[in-house]
């Protein structure tokens, strides 16, 4: 009996843990530069673009060279999503745990097929997730909602 109540504090302790851990990743923004500083992007935790900026430097590039920059930006701005998720596991959960590792285990292998985190995979433009999880990335505990910054903004930046 006593197991069972240990396994059952257990439990609501990690499902406590999970809630902030998603509470924390949702909030993830994180910016990347491409190397030459010709452009900069934001992405959010799943690794979806979110705003793009082309700096003064993009202005002599070929379109074969800015589409490289844009490409070099977000690799570097996924790679530094996957920074951040380890720190929020590590610092929510113990990367260490079972819980810990599990959902390290489950992003890494998000990250691998979708070009986030630098676990491997391409840089490409596909977000963390698949059609089966809704785009969702596959190692959040919850779904997280999706709201593109901007989106609804006729205005808004890349728009004329």
Known sequence: MARIRADVERSRRDA????????????????????????????????RLLGITFLPASEGLSLRGLSDAVMGALADARRRVGEQVRLVVDETLGADSALGRQVLEHY???????????TGGDAGSRPAGDASSGGRPAWMVTPMPVRPAQWGDPKGPGRR
Do not use: F, H, T, Y
């Open 108 to 118: 890494e292998q998000s990250a691998a097929g979708a070009g986030v985190g630098g």
């Open 16 to 47: 406590r843990a999970a809630v902030r851990l998603r509470e924390r990743a949702e909030g993830i923004r994180v910016k990347g530069s491409s190397r030459g500083r010709e452009v900069s992007v934001e992405v959010d935790v799943a690794g």
